[in-house]
């Protein structure tokens, strides 16, 4: 056995440090330990897969912030049930507790947060973060790596939001310069239980935009509910998603569902704290999702002021609580889902 009670979260937390890179060898897959809270498994995939399902290779990251709980908990018994040969593998996966240091303090991070580093941003910055985003980078650039040609490459990077939110669960596309958006991957993410999606406006330094813009990965920031304390999340709220990667284990397909769609946003601005004395004129419990009237005075600072373009405009992830120079928040736009995909692709 590789952990005691094949529990991958309760070694990690317990041994933030170690990593003996053992390998663990079953009947149809391997497991190799990478780095502290890193596990990649192998599968032999000579079997053909499920109808004409492509081959994948999946990372699946969760406590990226340590104060995030529940998704830490949803996959560890995921991989609690490969480990058991109860859940049988038909991917390539790699498994990642992002932040152990944090999620023991429970901090969103312990000197710097981990999602503004990837990319080489971590260079901008110092603290024991830096070298976790320089680790997580080489692990999954090797996985990727290591993937046939052929893999499709995908990435969901799970976390909960610091506020409660109008849509509980929602998602973060990456930045795609040609609208290139992928009907299955919304589909997917509907069938998984996603409420809405964001679409971003430019580049970022987060973990889930490096596996797309380093690997060609489907990859996504995924919001799952509110954080909790280790053992307070209620695992029944995450069924859907929870289903939603079992199957994509142990069949290589997404299950697809457009009942009731997902709502879209496309991310019109970020909101950059400018001054100390930048703030946010919303109610201190306002939710994600939060719409304003045409005009608002959103933000303000000695700098200038932000005001709200279009009524209905939103605000997602309102937090000044950040150093100068990060993201405060996001103001967002709805959009028919439907106009995302009748416009002919450029470069298709
Ligand atoms: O609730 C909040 O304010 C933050 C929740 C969170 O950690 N969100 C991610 C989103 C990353 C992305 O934009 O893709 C983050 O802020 O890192
Ligand atoms: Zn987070």
Redesign the pocket.
Known sequence: MLYPNNDFLKYTLENPENCDHNVGVFNHFDVIKDAPGVLRFEPNLTAKPVEDAKPISLVLSTG??GN?TGPMELVNDVVKDILNTKLRLAVRLLVIVGNPYAALKGT?FCDV?L??LFLGAYEKYSGLEVARAIELERCVTQFFEKAPQEHVRLHY?L?????GSKYKKFA?HPFVSKRHYDPSQFSFLTACGIDAL?L?HQP?T?F??YSYAMHGAHAF?V?LGK?QPFGCNDLSELKHIDAGLRALIEKACLVQSDEKPMKVFKIIDALIKDSENYRLNIDAEAE?FTLFDKGTVLAQSEKGMYQIEQAGDAIV???TNIPLGQ?AG?VVREVKNKDLFCEPRVGA
Not at 159 to 163: D, K, Q, S, V, W
């Open positions: 990226i912030h995030e969103r947060n999602n503004r990077d976390h909960t939001a610091i506020r973060v964001l971003s970022t987060t889930s935009y920031t919001e954080v994600n992830f309102p937090n993201r996001l």
